[in-house]
């Protein structure tokens, strides 16, 4: 079992910069990689960005590229989402995912490959 608990939501302006983080407990030893996802206003859940525990490689959305980073704390047990340059389609809530399993970048995106789930954080930006 992972729990995992996100925080660093808030309302902010667009052209702002907020920095989300997701704490992991529990399991985390077999984590394989940690993702975030985000579901605005009736919208589906969508993936943002995601890091493999062990190497660190990195994979981001391409309406976030550029703007986002993903990192990780080993030491901590804490993932980061940085977010820079914020607009208003950004607004939605904000989950942390980590998957056990092993998979390829591709299966990455999928939501439905992560096993465990934060409560999510809203983010709000205001133009």
């Known amino acids: 079992q992972v729990q995992l608990v996100e925080s660093g939501g808030g309302l902010v302006q667009a052209g702002d910069s907020l920095r989300l983080s997701c704490a992991a407990s529990?399991?985390?030893?077999?984590?394989?990689?940690m993702g975030w996802f985000r579901q605005g206003p009736g919208k589906e859940r969508e993936f943002v960005a995601a890091i493999r525990w062990s190497g660190g490689s990195t994979y981001f959305a391409d309406s976030v590229k550029g703007r986002f980073t993903i990192s990780r704390d080993n030491a901590k047990n804490t993932v980061y989402l940085q977010m820079n340059t914020l607009k208003p389609e950004d607004t939605a809530v904000y989950y942390c995912?980590?998957?056990?399993?092993?998979?390829?970048?591709?299966?990455?995106?999928?939501?439905?490959?992560?096993?465990?789930w934060g409560q999510g954080t809203q983010v709000t930006v205001s133009s």
């Open positions: 995912a980590a998957t056990e399993a092993y998979y390829s970048s591709t299966y990455l995106r999928s939501w439905s490959s992560y096993d465990y």
């Open positions: 529990g399991r985390t030893f077999s984590t394989n990689a």
